[in-house]
Nanobody, 125 residues
Framework: QVQLAESGGGLVQAGGSLRLSCAVS????????MGWFRQAPGKAREFVTSISWSSGNRIYADSVKGRFTIDRDNAKNTVFLHLNSLDPEDTAVYYC??????????????????WGQGTQVTVSS
């Protein structure tokens, strides 16, 4: 059974930074494309970023490009999301997600099979 557990959320002032972590257990992490999504109050969940299991490719939503960075450590079964230059508009619950794939360079903005419970990020103005 694949389980994902996010951590690292919290309250930060505008312009600040956070690092989110997502530890994955079960399955073969090194064969999962990984993604981060977020859901703000009253809004639909939206794609943030994805990384291929080879770490060779990354994609980002336009709203976070240049501010957020995704990375992974296959030896530790963990994916990270570095959030910089945070804005109150970034306030949301952040979810990590995993998608098994045979393609080492593929990234995905949808179609994820496994999800974590989420971690709250609140950015104050």
């Amino acid at each position: 059974q694949v389980q994902l557990a996010e951590s690292g959320g919290g309250l930060v002032q505008a312009g600040g930074s956070l690092r989110l972590s997502c530890a994955v257990s079960g399955g073969t992490f090194s064969r999962f494309a990984m993604g981060w999504f977020r859901q703000a109050p009253g809004k639909a969940r939206e794609f943030v970023t994805s990384i291929s299991w080879s770490s060779g490719n990354r994609i980002y939503a336009d709203s976070v490009k240049g501010r957020f960075t995704i990375d992974r450590d296959n030896a530790k079964n963990t994916v990270f999301l570095h959030l910089n230059s945070l804005d109150p508009e970034d306030t949301a619950v952040y979810y990590c997600a995993a998608k098994p794939t045979v393609y080492p360079e593929m990234t995905y903005s949808d179609g994820y099979q496994y999800w974590g419970q989420g971690t709250q990020v609140t950015v104050s103005s």
